[in-house]
């Protein structure tokens, strides 16, 4: 082909708009870069990036949120800080991260509360906390701490048998409290005949299924506590209420005798329940509390049933309430008052058996005027109760299971006034669970029992066997 002049002007046109758009290309990715931002976490569990309850909190706060490293000039742990720090950004932009020597600025250490080098300080708006460690679950705790914008003191009512809340036995609530004190609660045993009054700076009052009746007096304080407006947790077993019949009235309630029982035997063997009277709960109502929960299951050994009293507004004393009952069986359940709860138990309509589904908790709101609460410098207005017929859900034995632990923490926040908290689930360490078959678990007992100890003998005998020939 021959080339003339202007094929060579073209050439070199194309060429000068080539390079023009190439550059112009490149100015523009690199515009884009700037105002956009894109990550992606492929590494397993998402490691490198906030759990999903860390996220949902810090898109609730509403205060800017500061780290402050009180470390020695040190460039590697200051790069590693501040890619923590980045973290936090990309979910809360107006996260920031200072940098203090307290061997320099030892009256800044002080201030905070600093006592030695290492510490990290986080402040949500005017209120701070000092950590030990950067670790997220860590973080995450102190944030619900502050966040709440105080202590909240709970206290269970003993002196009738109730369930211990500090004890670590597998008939304690010692890992629901464990988990409740990191979150902000302070968690106090408290009997009535040495106060004679709850304490007006709780959160809120539990009774975790008495075994024994109430005093009169008792029940009159406890009663006063109600229509005074204090919130209240109410956890009741299976057989009867030990004098608390008139704290049922006066919420309107209708607490049956008898146990909730669901026979389905395929149900059991998928849920790896073993006794007819562990009920699973996946239908929830409308309360806040349970709207986060989702399709998980929750379970309940040896509940009974809970229910609004229909003739509740004919009664003299009881209070109005808005009920919802936010926990319901499956419609395979029934209420058993017969008392027999092994072998071969079947639905008998002539022995006053109720058919499912059944409400086993409801939660009761009540309006009340403008209420400031100088302790935790809040104001409630309205009045919350929760009762479940079901206390081992929260036990040591059963808090594992299922969501029990996420609905537990969510009736806590809940009755605090936290609703803010509603939105955050419960925060579990990562890859700490085992998933074995039956047969699996077998074998490997199997193999550590009793192949690994006569290996371990029959080479050792072989050994010196060997050995004694030489």
Known sequence: MKMSKNTHRWIGLQNSIFYVLFIAVVVLLGFVGQRFYWQADWTQGSRNSLSTPTQALLKGLDKPLKFIAYIPDDPALQLQLNKLATKYQRVKADTTMEFVNPDLDPARAKQ?????????????????????????????HALQRMSRGGERLVVFLEGHGERQ????????????????QRHGFQIQPHNLVRTQAIPQNASFAVIAAPQ?????????????????????????????????????????????????????????????INHPAVIP???????????????VQTLFPFATMVARDSQASEKSGALVWKVDEFLNTLPTSWLETSGILEGNVVFDEASNDQPGPLPIGV????????????????????????VIGDSDFMLNSFVGHGANLDLATQVFNWLSSDDKLLDVPVMRASDTQLDLSETAGYVIGLF???????????????????????
């Open 363 to 386: 939660s009761l709101v009540r309006e009340l005027e403008s209420k400031s609460d100088a302790v935790t410098e809040r104001s409630r207005s309205e009045q919350r109760v929760v």
């Open 448 to 470: 550590f029992l009793l192949v690994l100890p006569v290996g371990l003998i029959a080479s050792g005998t072989w050994i010196w066997w060997r050995r004694r020939k030489r």
């Open 112 to 140: 905070d509360g600093i006592q030695y080098a290492g510490q990290l300080a986080i402040h949500l708006g005017e209120r701070s906390e000092v950590v030990e460690s950067t670790a997220e679950q860590t973080i995450l």
């Open 281 to 295: 709960v996946v239908d929830y109502g409308k309360s806040p509390i349970v709207q986060k929960l989702g399709n």
């Open 212 to 272: 024994q009746d109430w005093l009169p007096g008792e029940v009159a304080v406890l009663k006063q506590y109600v229509e005074q407006g204090g919130n209240l947790l109410w956890l009741q077993d299976p057989g009867g209420l030990h004098g608390l019949e008139a704290l049922e009235a006066l919420l309107g309630l209708q607490i049956h005798d008898g146990t909730v029982i669901d026979a389905n035997e395929a149900l059991q063997a998928l849920l790896g």
């Open 165 to 180: 809340p500090l004890a670590s036995e597998s008939t304690g609530m010692s890992k629901l409290v464990e988990t409740l």
